[in-house]
Each structure stands twice: as structure tokens, then as C-alpha cells.
T-cell receptor
């Protein structure tokens, strides 16, 4: 158990809808990262937050957004969902920027 | 050319064999190197973390980094059926700013009893 908790484990929804994925980092970790894993692209970095502030953006679509709250949990919001958004979404956390990242077990998003 | 190349396999070996997993990379700014293991329907689990050229050993696992060749390896000794998983290499560039990981696509390993 990595100590990173993601909910829900599985989401099934339809095109055009909006969903929110939640991540609780390991106790004491200030950095939260979001990644998308698909069969063809592998694991791709989406966005990072550090102690409530956005730190970096990767290959994140404009339809996606995230935030980190004062208690350090983070949410990833996906809107106007398309079939191609079906993937595994992982959250990772680390104590600080240059420390190893530990991953949760992900949320599997299925768009019908 | 992708920044990180990793042979997807699948790789099938008998129990007890030595397994060699490899990644090459093109970005010379990469300075931190990791190996993750991912079981089906689970998140990546950190196995090894290193930031210098050379070898690092942890139990049955040895990570090797050759920055001059832009090549990293993970060796698994006395492989066990429980080692059957997908192995992902990951890297981070040096310098201030984000420490986003760039992953290889993973090698699927099966260890046959």
C-alpha cells in the first residue's frame, strides 16, 4: 500500500459529461501529480501541484483542470468527455519536488 | 524519436533466471532514474531510484545507469513468479522546476514456474 488513495476506483459515464477524480496524498507529502495511462500512449504527465499551487502542466487538455486544497488532497476535473478520454488516471505524491513519487491505484474512466 | 524507448516485450523467462530490462533515452538533461513495477489493475510501485551513473543494488534488484550511452537497465536475480508484472522506467531532468516523470511504455514480464 503506497499510502496514496484515489477515488472512485472505476467511473462509467457518457460522452459530454463531467467527472471529478479525487486523490489523497501520503501523509506529509506536499506535491501531487496527475498522470493518464492509455494503451497507446503509456503514462503521460498531466499536471503537478505543490502545497496548493500549480507547479507544472504537461499534456493536459483545456477541458481538464485540477486543484489542490488546503488539506493537500487534489481533484482532477474532466469535462465535455470524449470517447478518447477513456483511460486510467493516476495520482502520485512526493514529499518535495525532487523526491520519489508514489502512486495510487488509479481511477479507471470508461466513456460510453 | 520518443524521449524514452523501452521494448514492450512480452518477455517470458523460467523461474530462477536472471532478467535484464532496458531503456534508452535521448534527452541528456535526464538526471534522475527510476524503475517502477506495475501489477495488473494496480498503480506503479517504486522499485529503484538513482541519480548517478553506476550500479545500485537492493535485494534481488540491481539498477544500472550509463549516462554516456543514455542507457539504463534493471536486473532481477533469481526471478520468481511474483515478479510477473509490467516494468516501467522513468526519468526526471535536472534543474529547478517540475519533477514530472517521463516514462517508457513498459516491458511486460512473465516468470514461468
Amino acid at each position: 500500500d503506497s499510502g496514496v488513495t484515489q477515488t472512485p476506483k472505476h467511473l462509467i459515464t457518457a460522452t459530454g459529461q463531467r467527472v471529478t477524480l479525487r486523490c489523497s496524498p501520503r501523509s506529509g507529502d506536499l506535491s501531487v501529480y496527475w498522470y493518464q495511462q492509455s494503451l497507446d500512449q503509456g503514462l503521460q504527465f498531466l499536471i503537478q501541484y505543490y502545497n496548493g499551487e500549480e507547479r507544472a502542466k504537461g499534456n493536459i487538455l483545456e477541458r481538464f483542470s485540477a486543484q489542490q486544497f488546503p488539506d493537500l488532497h487534489s481533484e482532477l476535473n474532466l469535462s465535455s468527455l470524449e470517447l478518447g478520454d477513456s483511460a486510467l488516471y493516476f495520482c502520485a505524491s512526493s514529499v518535495m519536488d525532487n523526491q520519489p513519487q508514489h502512486f495510487g491505484d488509479g481511477t479507471r474512466l470508461s466513456i460510453l | 524519436q520518443k524521449e524514452v524507448e523501452q521494448d514492450p516485450g512480452p518477455l517470458s523467462v523460467p523461474e530462477g533466471a536472471i532478467v535484464s530490462l532496458n531503456c534508452t533515452y535521448s534527452n541528456s538533461a535526464f538526471q534522475y532514474f527510476m524503475w517502477y513495477r506495475q501489477y495488473s489493475r494496480k498503480g506503479p510501485e517504486l522499485l529503484m531510484y538513482t541519480y548517478s551513473s553506476g550500479n545500485k543494488e537492493d535485494g534481488r534488484f540491481t539498477a544500472q545507469v550509463d549516462k554516456s550511452s543514455k542507457y539504463i537497465s534493471l536486473f532481477i536475480r533469481d526471478s520468481q513468479p511474483s515478479d510477473s508484472a509490467t516494468y516501467l522506467c522513468a526519468m526526471v531532468p535536472s534543474g529547478a522546476g517540475s519533477y514530472q516523470l517521463t516514462f517508457g511504455k513498459g516491458t511486460k514480464l512473465s516468470v514461468i514456474p
